[in-house]
């Protein structure tokens, strides 16, 4: 139990060019949605945190403008890097949860940006 | 300030052989210590959560100890295979706010036939 899909799992696009990452919950309701980004060699660094139905917080240093997170459902979060470019390249990672279990994470979506 | 250290920060091992990673915690007051195993290019997956009144926890062959007094923690992988090739990452929770998981920079394995 408890799955959590990422989609797309790898993305290669041009600078300037919008990206969505989605994340899923399967078999379970997220109350919560969790976006991270990984570094190569580095830990899980959180970004935002969503709940269902409310805007996302997003820590300090993160560009709510840049990075728009959507949790329109409770199995559904997107996350939008607009108008990417190198430097957004990265290892973007979901995790979800509901009331009664801890975080579970996707596989990841590797961003590319040329 | 709330940190997560693990040891050793890379680690080569025979195929069959046993090892014993390390992770070391100031984080305050604490709530659970989760041990991933991470992929390269995957998500992290659950090993073993605990929290502060269990000491030992397993998951196949992997066995988790936990000494909240030292805040230390261990991960004992046994017989250890070749998929067992990954980074190990430890996240501490704290009790003020559990969904705040403090990462680790985690072990990396490998494992030689």
């Known amino acids: 139990g408890a799955v959590v899909s990422q989609h797309p799992s790898w993305v290669i696009c041009k600078s300037g060019t919008s990206v969505k990452i989605e994340c899923r919950s399967l078999d379970f309701q997220a109350t919560t949605m969790f976006w991270y980004r990984q570094f190569p060699k580095q830990s899980l660094m959180l970004m935002a945190t969503s709940n269902e139905g409310s805007k996302a917080t997003y820590e300090q240093g993160v560009e709510k403008d840049k990075f728009l997170i959507n949790h329109a459902s409770l199995t559904l979060s997107t996350l939008t890097v607009t108008s990417a470019h190198p430097e957004d390249s990265s290892f973007y990672i979901c995790s979800a949860r509901d009331s009664h279990q801890p975080q579970h994470f996707g596989d990841g979506t590797r961003l590319s940006i040329l | 300030k709330n940190q997560v250290e693990q040891s050793p920060q890379s680690l080569i091992i025979l195929e069959g052989k046993n090892c014993t990673l390390q992770?070391?915690?100031?984080?305050?007051?604490?709530?659970?210590l989760r041990w991933y195993k991470q992929d390269t290019g995957r998500g992290p997956v659950s090993l073993t959560i605990m929290t502060f009144s269990e000491n030992t926890k397993s998951n196949r062959r992997y066995t988790a100890t936990l000494d909240a007094d030292t805040k230390q923690s261990s991960l004992h992988i046994t017989a250890s295979q070749l998929s067992d090739s990954a980074s190990y990452i430890c996240v501490v929770s704290a009790a003020y706010n559990t969904d705040k998981l403090i990462f680790g920079t985690g072990t990396r394995l490998q494992v030689f036939p």
């Open positions: 992770c070391n915690y100031t984080v305050s007051p604490f709530s659970n």
